[in-house]
């Protein structure tokens, strides 16, 4: 059974991947209205509430939509900041993988520049921080503490 179990995570963390990267977040019909973008007080990570722009407003709710219940919710501030809060389904192990895929995605959709991608647990606590360097094409990984 174990052997099921973790042939199922490696599918998923694969099918997730590939979902994330081979589409994008922006269709045709974007939204060029330049309503304002409301603070989320309540919220232990306290971030704008989809994005400070159309563009990340949409990365967010395609994320969220297309993860399947892996990802509760999502933010994109100053297009290069991605902020994630898993849900309980993602176990520790499949954490830096969900990132990588994430990473991918965003810089599909944000190109030629540093990225950063937060990860928060359900209860919305930080558990990694990823930064992607555009020159080196490297993501620097940092467990919160």
């Known amino acids: 059974m174990n052997i099921f179990y973790q042939s199922q995570k490696t599918l998923l963390a694969i099918a997730l991947m590939l979902v994330l990267t081979l589409t994008t977040a922006c ?3 974007s939204t060029q209205s330049a309503s304002p973008v409301k603070l989320n007080q309540s919220l232990g990570y306290t971030q704008l ?5 159309a563009d990340g407003q949409d990365f967010s709710n395609w994320v969220i939509q297309t ?3 892996l990802i509760k919710d999502a933010y994109v501030r100053d297009r290069n900041k991605l902020g994630v809060v898993i849900s309980p389904q993602v176990l520790p192990t499949d954490v830096k993988t969900l990132t990588q895929s994430l990473a991918q995605g965003f810089r599909h959709n944000f190109p030629n520049q540093d990225l950063t991608i937060l990860i928060y647990a359900p209860d919305k606590k930080l558990v990694l921080t990823a930064r992607y360097d555009n020159q080196s094409k490297q993501i620097d990984y940092q467990q919160a503490s």
């Open 27 to 29: 269709g045709s019909a």
């Open 49 to 53: 509430a989809k994005g400070s722009s």
């Open 67 to 69: 993860s399947k219940g």
